[in-house]
């Protein structure tokens, strides 16, 4: 049996508590991991700051990380920061293996049946040239709208944290991605920041019409377990499964939710 501090941890980066959907997935694709999240949530929201002050931040963030850490691979779970500094984690730190979290449109533009594919995302996801890229790549053939929200990625916090939303707030955060066109309806959201996945339910009772909402987390988990070495007779360590927060230590009730997801913070 392989020791359990033989097994370097996985490390999941979100700007918020978003990332525990991609968390919830990889931990069921690999058990015989310890995991440490962190969010960076004293510059939440991401989809607010200017693209070169961002990407000085993260890599500042993953020089520290990776020294204290030393984690097998990084899962990047934002959008966000990985469609803008992505490309500079790979080539500022080429030792270590990141999987990233971009806009599910490739899989959208081949399940679509009527063409018409909106994009739900933050500012920072929309307005970046990867995912114009992969729409000319993925999609050319499809109406995509992109629907950078301004504002919930943070209702999703609160939402999460199990803060009441009205209706009408998020009906007019998401009222955009529904389109009418030529006698055809949009079929498929997709959701391209982590943190709305939590609030999929909600999106469904409120909906138009029925619509295909695409979370990405379970594909994002697959991609790492296939990045990550399996070892036969490892055990779960205990001694990883924890929290950081840039902030410093969270509020109860975030506390109270990570540990649901079997995280304790530091």
């Known amino acids: 049996m392989t020791a359990t501090r033989d097994l370097k941890p996985v490390l999941m980066f979100d700007s918020g508590i978003g990332g525990l959907t991609v968390l919830r997935e990889a931990r069921v694709l690999m058990p015989e991991r310890g995991f440490i999240y962190v969010a960076d949530d004293a510059a939440f929201p991401y989809g607010s700051w200017e693209e070169e002050a961002l990407t ?21 779970a934002c959008n966000t920061a990985f469609t803008l500094a992505g490309a500079a984690l790979r080539e500022t730190f080429p030792d270590m293996t990141f999987v990233g979290t971009v806009p599910a449109i490739k899989p959208a533009a081949e399940r679509t049946r009527s063409g018409l594919v909106s994009v739900l995302a933050t500012p920072g996801t929309v307005k970046r040239a990867y995912t114009r890229d992969l729409i000319q790549s993925f999609a050319s053939q499809c109406h995509v709208r992109l629907v950078g929200s301004e504002n919930l990625a943070r209702m999703a916090e609160a939402y999460i944290r199990g803060d009441a939303l009205s209706d009408e707030a998020v009906m007019a955060e998401i009222a955009p991605c529904f389109v009418e066109k030529d006698g055809q309806k949009t079929d498929i959201v997709v959701l391209a920041c982590t943190h709305y996945p939590f609030m999929a339910n909600l999106f469904r009772r409120l909906a138009p019409w029925p619509v295909d909402w695409l979370d990405p987390a379970e594909a ?14 490892a055990v779960h360590p205990e001694h990883y499964d924890f929290a950081v927060f840039t902030s410093g230590t969270p509020d109860f009730a975030t506390s109270r939710l990570i540990q649901g997801f079997g995280l304790h913070s530091r």
């Open 56 to 76: 000085a931040r993260i890599l500042s963030l993953f020089e520290t990380l990776l020294v204290e850490y030393r984690p097998e691979i990084c899962i990047i």
């Open 220 to 233: 994002i988990a697959r991609q790492a377990r296939r990045k990550v070495p399996e070892v036969d007779g």
